[in-house]
């Protein structure tokens, strides 16, 4: 039995996290969807920096590009859309096989952006535009900011991939934001047939953060009798999150306010597991797959969990509908623990956003130096000079860049001003 495939057959779509350039180039992303079932591919800053900045399989195409002119920028830009435009074309059968619901292949907006509702239409328009292809989806935060920009990106039949999703309530709004939008095409009688979205739910994050408060929580009342009860807390948020998600999708998508929108030719927008690689190795590590088998879900893995899975995974049908009910109860021990979930899915939030930003910026910087390698004599770079204040000025950057002060204002990160608790809850409040 092909458990890769057998998953399409409980309704459950597996996705590639994981886009780079041998892959397309090889016949291995080729492979994969003829042979093992696979129906898309995510993509973010930090795989497209591991791909272009380690091996060779970019360089040509960076060569040509500094030679055009190309900032680095731009630079990113082109190889990114290059590798999505390839990537789309090689899953083109599959968005045609499923009657468009499947086959896609995602691109994010600079993450730097997550807080700029402005500034993420801007690019989004411009990456869904520069790729062309209809089985194309943009991946846009599902921030507070984040949220207005993705309503009309998907108003202007813009496919979405919302990311960075933490708690319950932030995935009502985004799949409430879709029917909004699909509901506002459907009043001015535009076609929604082709308008894609799906809500990605991170989930292992979850429990890393939630398994360090239990045990922050256990270690001063080990001789407690509660001690044992509360071990068994541990690596259980992310999924009963995701449960309840399911849980919500399933109300809402089953409403009849949406039944009229499909009657119109809506499609759902359905709820992707994300960050689904076992980070503890205390844990099964196909937790994270075996555990949220749905129908009308999509779960992206990394290559290593896929060849885990092939090799030793099974199928346990509908394994997203159980323990609904404890799902609820974990969030009432937690509360019991002081443990906020609310906090959490914010520090997350923060958290996600600063490392996409530190791998896109690092990224951005790799190729200004592989650039200016290339350019050789012909570079000029530009020196400031900041005359008696250069050492004071010098320093100051560097301490900031220590800091990660910069990083840390574009995820507007309360952690930036204060470290205690009750202070970073009064500041998110206000931010």
């Known amino acids: ?5 057998e998953l399409l057959k409980c309704g459950q779509s597996y996705w590639l996290d994981n886009l780079t350039r041998g892959k397309i180039t090889t016949g291995e992303l080729k492979k994969r969807v003829d042979e093992q079932g696979l129906r898309g591919i995510t993509s973010n800053p930090s795989i497209f920096n591991k791909a272009i900045s380690n091996g060779q399989d970019y360089d040509g195409h960076i060569t040509g590009l500094v030679k055009e002119g190309k900032n680095p920028l731009q630079i990113y830009d082109a190889l990114t859309i290059k590798d999505v435009q390839d990537a789309c074309d090689i899953l083109n059968t599959v968005y045609d096989q499923s ?10 907006v600079p993450p730097y952006l ?8 801007k690019i989004a328009r411009r990456l869904f535009s520069a790729v062309g292809k209809q089985n194309c989806l943009i991946k846009i935060p599902g921030t507070k900011e984040g949220i207005p920009a993705i309503e009309q990106m998907l108003y202007e039949g813009i496919n979405i991939n919302i990311t960075l999703l933490f708690s319950v309530d932030r995935y009502v709004e985004v799949a409430q934001a879709y029917i909004r939008a699909i509901a506002r095409r459907v009043a001015e009688g535009k076609p929604v047939n082709q308008v894609i979205s799906v809500a990605s739910v991170f989930i292992s994050r979850i ?3 939630t398994d360090q408060l239990i045990d922050q929580y256990i270690i001063p009342s080990r001789e407690s009798k509660n001690a044992s009860q509360t071990c068994l807390l541990s690596g259980r948020a992310g999924i009963a999150t995701a449960r309840l998600c399911y849980q919500r999708f399933k109300e809402i998508f089953n409403g009849e306010s949406w039944k009229k929108l499909e009657e119109k030719g809506a499609h759902v927008q359905r709820p992707l597991w994300a960050s689904t690689s076992n980070k503890d190795p205390l844990y099964n590590d196909l937790r994270y797959v075996v555990s949220l088998i749905g129908k009308e879900t999509v779960n992206t893995l990394p290559d290593e969990t896929i060849a885990a899975f092939a090799n030793h995974g099974c199928i346990k049908k509908d394994s997203i509908e159980q323990e609904q009910d404890q799902a609820n109860e974990l969030f009432g021990e937690l509360k019991k623990m002081d443990i906020d979930i609310s906090f959490i899915t914010q520090q997350l939030e923060n958290e996600g956003i600063q490392k996409f930003t530190e791998s896109y910026n690092k990224l951005i910087g790799n190729l200004a130096d592989k650039r200016m390698k290339m350019l050789g004599d012909e570079a000029s770079p530009q020196k400031i000079s900041c005359g008696k204040l250069d050492t004071e000025v010098k320093e100051a950057c560097a301490s900031m860049d220590e800091k990660q002060i910069a990083r840390l204002l574009f995820a507007l990160d309360p952690h930036l001003w204060k470290k205690e608790p009750e ?5 998110s409040k206000r931010m």
Request: aromatic share 4%.
């Open 1 to 5: 039995m092909n458990t890769l495939i």
């Open 207 to 209: 429990d890393v953060l």
């Open 423 to 427: 202070q970073i809850k009064s500041i």
């Open 114 to 121: 997550a807080r700029d509702t402005e500034g993420t239409m």
């Open 99 to 108: 009657d468009g619901t499947d086959g896609f292949v995602s691109l994010e």
